[in-house]
């Protein structure tokens, strides 16, 4: 018997700590430049089956419209049986529109590696059983013919939009634009159109609830959604999160359009430096509310030089982002 899978590519539930993940419009949204570097430990019950990082450094230069940062993204699948890394540089350009409205238009263009440890994969016709109910079972050597290559390099482009005011935005990006061809066997060409193009189509509100103080820091409120789709699965994420003084905390839904996937609990503190999340993904599917343990998140975000303390200085809703 056989199935057919599709896997996709990994998303932050931390989407404001990794904005360049998410949109490359979103690069360079503060004049000051800021590091941001993310953690993801997926279903953790399943022994290391998804464990992804991410760093980026991005700037805005008023001089110029645009916004410039470059990115890194790591992704481990199986103990290590598939490794995707990714490094890319990422642009955007500002544009001043009328009645207080901007809009963004950003590029990113970078190298995707993925590596295969063919001496980790075990195939049916190695099991033998031992005899023993419940006893071991004996691995014969894999007989398998190996691909033609286990390391691909190839190229990958993403474009993004951004439009927005000091109230709301909303964001449309399309990662993997040229479907780059990251198989591993020569054979599968007839059948493999490379790797999926991913959707990402988002929004939020910023709804201020009290003016800053001489530190720059006050109470909003950031509604937002994230709809993402990418070989044939469908992701929808709203929630809001609150931010009060130098702490703040978020709930979302997330829904994959034919049950309900999971919560998302988020956590945090920041300074003038540094801004430190956690969040919890509670799995409550029927499928794995049993087995994934969950999934859990780290960001961190860096505001080099220190945190912009005008907010009138952006004039944007973007808070939630830096």
């Known amino acids: 018997m056989s199935i057919q899978m599709s896997a996709q590519d990994p998303v932050f539930s931390q989407f404001y700590n990794a904005p360049i993940q998410l949109n490359p419009g979103l690069v360079g949204l503060s004049t000051q ?5 993310n953690y993801r430990n997926q279903w953790p019950a399943w022994p290391q089956v998804y464990q ?7 700037q805005y230069f008023e001089n110029l419209n645009s916004g410039f940062g470059v990115q890194i993204l790591s992704d481990d699948a199986g103990q290590g049986i598939l490794k995707t890394n990714q490094i890319s540089a990422v642009y955007a350009y500002q544009l001043q529109l009328d009645n207080g409205m901007r809009a963004r238009i950003g590029l990113e263009g970078g190298i995707i590696s993925t590596q295969l440890d063919w001496d980790k994969l075990i195939f049916f016709e190695q099991l033998v059983p031992t005899g023993i109910e419940g006893g071991p079972t004996t691995l014969l050597p894999n007989t398998e013919i190996v691909p033609d290559q286990l390391n691909n ?14 109230d709301f935005y909303v964001g449309i990006s399309l990662k993997h634009l040229n479907n780059p061809d990251n198989k591993f066997r020569s054979s599968n060409s007839d059948t493999y ?6 959707l990402i189509i988002h929004g939020g509100m910023q709804i201020d609830l009290d003016g800053y103080n001489k530190e720059g820091f006050g109470a909003f409120i950031a509604p937002s959604v994230l709809f993402t789709r990418q070989a044939g699965l469908s992701q929808l994420n709203a929630g809001a999160l609150y931010n009060h003084d130098r702490v703040f905390g978020g709930v979302w839904l997330r829904h994959t359009l034919s049950n309900f996937d999971a919560a998302i609990f988020s956590v945090g503190v920041r300074s003038e430096w540094v801004k430190f999340s956690y969040s919890f993904d509670l799995t409550i599917s029927d499928a794995f509310v049993t087995r994934t343990a969950g999934s859990h998140e780290i960001g961190v975000l860096i505001n080099v030089g220190g945190r912009q303390k005008e907010r009138s200085r952006y004039e944007d809703c973007f808070s939630i982002f830096r």
């Open 193 to 198: 159109t490379g790797l999926p193009s991913r």
């Open 33 to 37: 430049a800021q590091v941001s570097i």
């Open 52 to 58: 992804s990082y991410a760093a980026s450094y991005d």
């Open 153 to 166: 390099f190839v190229l990958d482009l993403s474009v993004g939009g951004l439009f927005y005011s000091k």
